[in-house]
């Protein structure tokens, strides 16, 4: 089983970018912890990371080439804004998590509105980047039934 983990803008700033907020953990633990998910699960989990729209794009078209089983999105501030990430998730019929290191219900208004989640099977937020392992296996479970 091939798992796609896409990170939006500014998620390679991890450990540095508001700490209170996304914690101290850095990017290259992220990718360890997911590496690690995929090993103990038996998965290819392969992650993606861009601070453009269209790479983004690009890579989840991709996606539905390369035999990818499952998708973990975290679109950044894309999230918000981006119809275009938004139709991309929508023209795939893989399992897909949207997934938020933090509680945006609980942050600035504009944060609570996603107009990727509706493409999405399941959003995950406020799990810091446990939430990322909740979704993988949420579509481990979604691929089994």
């Given amino acids: 089983m091939k798992i796609l983990v896409i990170n939006g803008p ?4 991890l450990g540095i970018r508001e700490k ?3 914690g101290t953990q850095d990017y290259a633990y ?3 912890l997911l590496e690690e998910k995929g090993k103990e699960a038996g998965c290819e989990v392969t992650v993606f990371q861009s601070n453009h729209e269209g790479a983004i794009i690009d890579r989840l078209q991709e996606a539905y080439f390369d035999g990818t089983d499952g998708i973990v999105i975290n679109p950044g501030a894309f999230t918000h804004y981006s119809y275009a990430i938004r139709d991309a ?3 795939i019929t893989v399992p897909k998590v949207e997934i938020h290191i933090s509680d945006i219900t609980k942050r600035e208004e504009f944060r609570k509105t996603s107009v990727t989640a509706p493409s999405c099977d399941r959003q995950i937020y406020g799990q810091g980047l446990d939430g990322y392992l909740q979704a993988i296996d949420f579509i481990l479970e979604k691929q089994i039934l």
């Avoid at 500014?10 to 700033?13: A, R, W």
């Fill in 30 to 32: 992220l990718q360890k």
């Fill in 89 to 91: 998730l929508a023209s």
């Fill in 10 to 13: 500014n998620l390679n700033f």
């Fill in 20 to 22: 209170n907020i996304y």
